[in-house]
């Protein structure tokens, strides 16, 4: 079946920038989202990216995808202690009403 | 104006007690899902409906039981209650030509 990894863990000073990174198995992906998770709250959708794309910008956020490889990153320019959370990699084959495939998250920790 | 509510954000109870968790939507999308997160923040889709119609059934056992009265609605009950059921329980909704889901803040099961 579909299976999404991301590595669990991230730890980043403020001011550098953060590169969470996930790998996907479904090659027929079409969408792939970035969704935050900050404690006790819901998910946020950060950013997505279609499978034609290979990157998309929108202001500190640089999403990067190799389809090839089926990896996706996001990056997340000059990190501030407000961007601690847990960012989930998310794919699916399309958007009308099939669920999203998670990874397990990556837990981003940003000291000062 | 909240956009995915879920009630009760917190509930504590006891081994095989049945209990419910309400989910609503005012966004006007068509499709409504239950998302499990557990302690290790692992998100899984649990059910999906559309347009009060079941879409989705991941292999969840039959003591968890949704109910989606009209599409803006989508409940879940889940019978005989035990430990391993303890976890957030998520719901979201997606408009059908976007993709993106919206989620709700969670509710916290806890099983004793």
């Known amino acids: 079946g579909e299976d999404v990894e991301q590595s669990l863990f991230l730890s980043v000073r403020e001011g550098d920038s953060s590169v969470i990174n996930c790998t996907y198995t479904d ?12 404690p006790g709250a819901g998910l946020q959708l950060l950013t997505y990216i279609f499978s034609n794309m290979d990157m998309k910008q929108d202001q500190r956020l640089t999403v990067l995808l190799n389809k090839k490889d089926k990896h996706l990153s996001l990056r997340i320019a000059d990190t501030q202690t407000g961007d601690s959370a847990i960012y989930f990699c998310a794919e699916t084959e399309d958007q009308a009403g099939t669920a999203l495939i998670f990874g397990k998250g990556t837990t981003l920790s940003v000291s000062s | 104006d909240t956009a995915v509510s879920q009630t009760p954000k917190y509930l504590v109870t006891q081994m095989g007690n049945d209990k419910s968790i309400k989910c609503e939507q005012n966004l006007g ?22 347009n009060k ?12 039981s949704p109910k989606s009265p009209d599409k803006a609605h989508l409940n879940l009950h889940i019978n005989s209650l035990e430990l391993g059921d303890s976890a957030v329980y998520f719901c979201a909704s997606s408009h059908r030509n976007t993709g993106e889901l919206f989620f709700g803040e969670g509710s916290r099961l806890t099983v004793l």
């Open chain 2, 29 to 50: 999308h068509d499709t409504m899902y239950w998302y499990k997160q557990d302690s290790k923040k692992f998100l899984k889709i649990m059910f999906s409906y559309n």
């Open chain 1, 27 to 38: 090659s027929s992906s079409t969408y792939l989202y970035w969704y935050k998770q900050e």
């Open chain 2, 53 to 64: 119609e079941l879409i989705i059934n991941e292999t969840v056992p039959n003591r968890f």
